[in-house]
């Protein structure tokens, strides 16, 4: 073989040992995510922020070389995701499908997804359609990983291969596997949302900011995934950045929640931030009144909180949504058996109903929490009625223009 041909498979174009090889891998890799995150995720999937066309072409080249995915189909699938989750319209639920064909066949659904027309027909509305998504992005997807794979043998000779291969996985183990499956099973939860979606961890830094995807689904528009002063977003910290040098728009955040002291009634302000922290409300109320209600149900009845199976006491959250009916039927004869339980439960559902059913206006759904308060606070149980006092507080912090 030529010596130079030789030299070129071996070493490629430029010198690369696996220092270099590790390198090139890594920015590559945060590079592409970032991208899924900033571009893909939060502005055009949610729209909580505006990229300057200066970001925003060259993550779409990116996403476009190193996954082949289209901004139309990620976009839709992504808001069906939000549209229906944990239920068999969710293209991706752990809970439905089960972790392990999130987790390893997430690339599968994905694809399967995509075959779908309705779902680009009902959930892609405001993504691109100019001459580079019609011509090239959405009509030659696959163009570009393969450009990407020999740039990568000119580079590196042949073990330009591996490294291509290793790339190609990033996006589907990463997004398809962690956040997708993992993300809805396993972590912790800053939110009472109506799904299972979780907090991976508070330093959401090797995925984007995506790690923090209970806080995410519980305010989907916002820009700003990190909700806790112990939590960091380096997406978010991307964001600013761009934002600083004026490459980028952030549209929206989740507002903040601030407690008035001394409210005899709730107010309008109080609705608004009900409406917006309705989750905050639900996680609030399990940790101010269910649970209180429950240890001294437990105490008094000489039994113990670790007594009640582990998936049971997970459902007393949520008001055992995930159970099967099964056990969803013996944790509501254990609830029925338990007078102070049943009633805290019964008033959850009461306040869920509040900020359910909006169809008879602002007015009728204040007069319902006023209501609500009303009665929580002459229940007899202190726990509750601390609580109604305090949410009659409830207020969001004013926007700093």
């Known amino acids: 073989m030529n010596p130079s041909l030789y030299a070129w498979l071996t070493d490629g174009l430029v010198r690369n040992d696996w220092l270099v090889l590790l390198i090139v891998f890594a920015v590559v ?47 839709s699938i992504h808001r069906k995701h939000h549209a229906h989750c944990e239920t068999e319209n969710d293209p991706h639920s752990p809970v439905v499908l089960g972790i392990n ?32 998504e019609r011509g090239i992005y959405g009509r030659y997807p696959s163009l570009g990983p393969t450009v990407l794979l020999f740039a990568y043998i000119a580079l590196f000779g042949v073990i330009g291969v591996t490294l291509w291969a290793l790339q190609m996985l990033v996006i589907p183990v990463a997004a398809a596997g962690v956040i997708n499956g993992l993300g809805h099973w396993w972590g912790y939860r800053n939110f009472e949302t109506d799904d299972c979606a979780t907090n991976i961890t508070p330093w959401a830094v090797l995925l984007g900011g995506e790690e923090l995807h209970n806080n995410h689904h519980a305010f989907p528009s916002s820009a ?43 107010d309008s302000d109080t609705l608004r931030a009900v409406m917006a922290h309705r989750y905050q409300v639900m996680r609030d109320y399990f940790r101010g ?28 959250k949520n ?83």
Not at 46 to 54: C, E, N
Not at 232 to 249: N, Q, S
């Open 101 to 132: 064909k999130v987790v390893f066949h997430g690339v599968t659904l994905y694809q399967d997804a995509r075959k779908d027309p309705t779902i680009n027909e009902q959930y892609g509305a405001g993504t691109p359609t100019d001459w580079l």
């Open 224 to 266: 700003r995934f990190a909700l806790r002063r112990f939590e960091f977003d380096i997406g978010w910290a991307v964001l600013r950045g761009l934002e600083t040098v004026r490459l980028a728009k952030v549209r929206r955040v989740a507002p903040k929640l601030d407690i008035r002291a001394n409210i005899a009634l709730p």
């Open 289 to 316: 009144v269910v649970l209180p209600t429950w240890r001294a149900e437990a105490q008094q009845a000489g039994e113990t909180l670790r007594s009640l199976p582990r998936r049971m006491r997970r459902a007393m």
């Open 319 to 401: 008001h055992g949504q995930w159970l099967d009916s099964d056990n969803r039927e013996r944790f509501e004869q254990w609830i029925a058996q338990r007078p102070k339980l049943a009633t805290v439960f019964e008033f959850r559902q009461r306040l869920r109903a509040v900020y359910a059913r909006n169809s008879g206006g602002s007015e009728a759904m204040l007069e319902s929490l006023r209501n609500w308060c009303r009665e929580a606070e002459a229940s007899g149980n202190r726990a509750l009625a601390e609580f109604a006092e305090r949410l009659k507080g409830y207020a969001l912090v004013p926007v700093r223009a």
């Open 29 to 75: 890799a945060q590079f592409t995510i970032l991208s899924v995150t900033i571009y893909l995720h939060r502005c055009q999937a949610h729209r909580g922020v505006d990229l300057h066309p200066i970001v925003s072409h060259p993550m779409r080249f990116w996403l476009w070389l190193t996954t082949a995915m289209v901004t139309k189909d990620w976009v």
